[in-house]
């Protein structure tokens, strides 16, 4: 009887971030871009209404482009699922929905890869918009297009690194 814990022989943690399997080159670059996208959409939400209202929009209307932004975010991703059931999911620029999939494939042996992403992509949400309000507060609030754009930029870049990385991982 060997009384609670793990079975002899069986992993302790074989998918937790201490890992070496985890932290790999393919993983790593998957959280990046999580943290980017959601990082993104945090900023998105949290300065375009102060933005808008700066530069002389109403608070109704900035309200509202908000509100249509998180509309065609969520409305857009609907359309995704024929499309990607049709072409390898790094083809289709890399959304949320479709970069689990993608994730999935490139990784198949870390089965829990989707739920560590997700939990790391929240930090781009806790950390972008008080980033952005350093840089807006260096810049004046007419840079929020540019720091977006920038966090934008850098999620391409990210989704770039990791299709070359699947792609040699594949061949």
Same mark, same amino acid.
């Given at each position: ?26 993983? $790593? ?6 943290? /980017? ?30 509100? #249509? ?37 490139? /990784? ?8 560590? $992403?997700?939990? #790391?992509?929240?930090?781009?949400? $806790? ?25 934008? #930029?850098?999620?391409?870049? #990210?989704? $770039? ?11």
């Amino acid at each position: 009887m060997h009384g609670r814990g793990a079975r002899p022989g069986a992993a302790r943690h074989p998918e937790s971030p201490a890992s070496g399997g985890l932290l790999s080159r393919v993983l $790593v670059p998957f959280l990046l871009l999580y943290i /980017l996208n959601v990082g993104v959409e945090a900023g998105v939400g949290g300065w375009e209404p102060t933005h808008l209202e700066t530069v002389g929009y109403s608070a109704t209307l900035a309200a509202s482009a908000t509100s #249509a932004y998180w509309l065609m975010m969520t409305a857009g991703r609907f359309p995704l699922v024929p499309i990607t059931l049709r072409y390898a999911p790094e083809r289709i620029l890399a959304v949320f929905p479709t970069g689990l999939p993608w994730l999935n494939r490139a /990784l198949p042996q870390v089965k829990r890869a989707g739920a560590w $992403v997700i939990a #790391a992509s929240m930090t781009g949400g $806790v950390t972008a918009p008080p980033l952005l309000g350093v840089g807006i507060e260096a810049s004046g609030i007419h840079a929020v297009p540019w720091l977006l754009t920038a966090l934008s #930029a850098a999620s391409i870049v #990210a989704t $770039v690194r990791l299709i070359a990385l699947t792609r040699r991982a594949s061949v």
